[in-house]
């Protein structure tokens, strides 16, 4: 069976919800109306009762969000704009001046604009994106996370979209850190590094250590982030509400609901009191498993922590791609890829959430030989109602049965029309035969002086792969859910860890690697 991670997971959210194979789903259209079939233009008073929404929620917003801000951002949007467009144009090919004779202006801009790179509105979008700041920043990184509702060119070049800015004075962080938790910082920590570890648009990380002595990081939020990101998601949500007012025919991408969720998302995450729980949630899922033993992620300290202030346990550590490092803390680096994989794999059945961004980077080996699992900035859930469809995909790929995998993906997505499911169930076939393609590479790097092999997974082949399966299902009429994505990439990331960490692991029989159903334990 091909890509084994993926079907181990799968097959174990089947049994841990009861169920041996999902059933049949009956492929049809939502409307009785056949297809082509014009929508009826909407009645005048349910237009005037629309429009009338759009600028009550809009005048909501803006009092929400306050005069003075939503103004200050639209200066610093001007200027970001102004910028991006001056870049444009050194950049834009020059056209002929004059214009041959002979020629007409549709034939000048038809073949001016046939000269322009393919990539060059995703490149400018996501260089935009950058000089905007904190929320465009993250929006640009939603965009690189979820291949099943963006265009391919944009979710490969958002992959770039960097997440730098300028470091914060020290007077201002101790300020800060003062104000959150009521006490000067001498009075919480024993040392507090001065020189941040890592600046990005919303927060700022140090090295620290607490009274008690635990080394500790501490991720600060920087002033005015709360006041740009209710001013920019405020002006994202009004426009997406007027854009389906005025093309309906966007009603059916659903963007007004997607802006509406990553802006209640992203309001959340600005309170590091709600990561703090997330990180409790995940102890608890690991304790509860049974997994303590063998996985582990930053314990937070809420005695020194506030809505802009998380202090994290400190894990120290090389990354699971680090072949040396891991030698160095693991008698047996296979069974610690074991332990890393069933760790996650069981989040994605019997935890809150689960970790959606499992690059080599957040996934380190501990010096105890444990895996930490660090920075859940994206994590996935799945919604209840598509718990029947998962069973199903799991099963479909148990049996290599691809029909059953295409039906599951109908059921999962929403459809614009009839879905030619065997055809799909072709196209799939031919995707998971393709998966084997993504080989991971030795590489050698110095990391503290030393030479030291490390392992290479191309993160844009994994990209390009997880865009496919969601192309394959869109030119069938299903748009897959962002979920889909998030599972589907990173299973692909842990099959190409697999492939040369253990390349003789087979997922399916060795009972290091047995997932239980009932009571969600896992052998390890």
Known sequence: MQMPWLTVYLAAAAAHRGAHRA???????????????????????ELVREG??????????????????????TLVGQRAVLATALELARELPRAPFPPPPGITLDQLLSDYVGQLPAELAPRTL????????ATYIKLGQFIASSPTLFPADYVLEFQKCLDASPTIDFATIERIVSED????????YASFDRTPLASASVAQVHAATLLSGEDVVVKVQKPGTRDVLQADLGFLAVASRVLEFVAPSLGRLSLAGIVSDLRTTMLGELDFRQEAKNLGEFATFLRTAGLTDVSTCPRPYPAASGARVLTMERLYGVPLTDLDGIRAYSPNPEQTLI????TWSLSVVASPFFHADVHAGNLLVLRDGRVGFIDFGIVGRIPPQTWSAVQGLGTGLVQSDWTLVAESMVAMGATSGAVNVQQLARDIEALALKAQTIDPQLSATVLEGQVRAQVTVDSEAVTRLTLEIAEVAERAGVK?????????????????????LAPELDVMTDDRVRLRGTGGAIDV
């Open 23 to 45: 059933p049949r789903v009956r492929v049809a259209m939502a409307s009785s109306a056949p297809p082509g079939t014009p929508r009826s233009p909407p009645a005048l008073d």
């Open 52 to 73: 009338r929404e759009v600028m009550l929620e809009a005048l909501g917003i803006v009092q929400e969000v306050g005069i003075e801000s939503t103004v200050r951002r």
């Open 126 to 133: 996501r260089r935009l994106f950058e000089r905007l700041g």
């Open 181 to 188: 938790l009521g006490r000067p910082l001498d009075a919480v």
């Open 339 to 342: 332990n890393a994989l069933n």
């Open 480 to 500: 897959l859910p962002r979920e889909f994505g998030l599972l589907i990439k990173q299973a692909l990331y842990f099959d190409r860890y697999t492939k040369l």
